[in-house]
């Protein structure tokens, strides 16, 4: 398990320097609409608390059934602090930038698309490809993931 974490961890990493990650619930959803073909990996991460949060829930179970119906593989990743780690503390990023934002950005969703430029044969991603079809094999369409803490 802690590979797929680090192969997640490291498909994030191309993601955001290759600028195909989209971030937050209604983002999401407005990318699956319009592009769902160069989507090949959907996040959802929440916590103890969000798992009572009904509406968040609901947004979750569209999302699931969308993905489903269009082949895109799902995650659930159980410590979404890790996931903002990833996201939003890059090298370039200086704290000026960030004290503007009134609101933490929504990392309930990410979608991480197909590069444009050529087909994106990563064995990383291809590592987390395959878990998701063995866990599909199991019954398990949503599997859960742990991000490794550094």
């Known amino acids: 398990m802690d590979k797929v974490g680090d ?3 490291e498909v994030l990493s191309k993601a955001l320097s ?12 407005k990318l ?10 959907c996040l959802l991460a929440a916590d ?3 798992d009572r949060d009904v509406a968040l829930q609901i947004h979750f179970t569209l999302i699931q059934a969308f993905c489903c119906e269009n082949d895109i593989n799902i995650l659930r990743v159980s410590n ?13 990023a200086s704290p000026a930038a960030s004290e503007g934002a009134e609101q933490p950005p929504d ?22 490809i395959c878990f998701c079809r063995e866990s599909r094999y199991m019954d398990q369409w949503v599997p859960v993931i742990n991000l490794p803490e550094r």
């Open 7 to 9: 192969a997640l961890e």
């Open 18 to 29: 290759q600028r195909t990650i989209t971030v937050g619930v209604y983002e999401a959803a």
């Open 32 to 41: 699956l609409n319009v592009d769902p073909d160069n989507v090949v990996l």
């Open 48 to 50: 103890e608390d969000d």
């Open 80 to 92: 979404p602090g890790r996931l903002a780690e990833l996201l939003l503390l890059e090298p370039d």
């Open 107 to 128: 990392l309930h969703c990410v979608l991480v698309t197909n590069p444009h430029s050529s087909q994106w044969k990563d064995p990383a991603l291809s590592q987390l």
